[in-house]
């Protein structure tokens, strides 16, 4: 809990709402930003269903065998991870900022061990937590309905995500690692999964390029470069 000296408030401008405001840790956000980019691996089971089960049962092989209406909803559910995505990275650029301000970015990652001061920057990341927990909620709905749409023609590129994934995960939940690793490690996996997105998209008129969050991130943070080459 946030004490009325840490809110930059005199005691007159302080009120009762505000002295008992609790703001999130920064690790939560964290947590919520890798559960964003975790969501491809709802698709794990589409992606180890076998032909030869497929053969015997009502799975779709491929693509080209879907109604238009199917790939119009496949369509529809990749726009909605689309803007799921944006809105994490706008989450994680917000918190970059603020562990900047802080001078967080190479402290160690645990709990407790970047407390953010200030009643608008308490706000701040109330606001952002309750986007990114959105985020998660809008991106897990459309993946977890993608798998009951995509066919079985699909599988390699979702496996190919999720082991890219996997190897961002370890490194993104370790504990005690600077918050700059975790920074660079989610804008990388961030694209990644709108990488995948795209590579889906072609087949059903859902046409752009990927975006490069890592980059981007980069732009805003340069002192985030080296973390790449440490992680590698």
């Known amino acids: 809990m946030m004490n009325r000296w840490d809110l930059n408030l005199d005691d007159n401008e302080c009120t009762d709402e505000q002295s008992n405001l609790i703001d999130p840790d920064p690790i939560s956000i ?52 689309d803007r799921a995505l944006t809105k994490g990275f706008a989450v994680l650029e917000t918190l970059a900022s603020l562990l900047h301000e ?25 606001r952002v937590h309750e986007d990114c927990r959105s985020a998660v909620k809008d991106a897990r709905d459309a993946f977890m309905d993608l798998s009951g749409l995509l066919p079985l023609d699909h599988a390699e590129v979702i496996n190919e995500t999720i082991v890219e994934l996997n190897k961002l995960a370890s490194v993104m939940l370790r504990i005690n690692q600077p918050y700059g690793i975790f920074l660079e490690a989610a804008a990388d996996a961030l694209g990644k999964v709108d990488s995948f997105i795209c590579r889906l998209g072609k087949n059903y008129d859902y046409n752009r390029l990927p975006r490069n969050f890592h980059d981007d991130l980069i732009v805003s943070f340069p002192e985030l470069t080296h973390y790449k080459t440490s992680r590698n």
């Open 102 to 126: 802080y001078n967080y970015i190479e402290r160690s990652m645990i709990i407790g061990g970047a407390p953010i001061k200030g009643f608008t920057n308490a706000q701040t990341l109330r």
């Open 30 to 81: 964290i947590l919520e930003i890798a559960n964003l980019v975790f969501q491809p691996g709802s698709l794990a089971l589409l992606a180890n269903v076998s032909a030869s089960a497929a053969a015997i049962g009502s799975v779709v092989i491929s693509y080209k065998q879907l109604s238009q209406q199917k790939q119009s909803e496949i369509r529809r559910k990749l726009y909605e991870i």
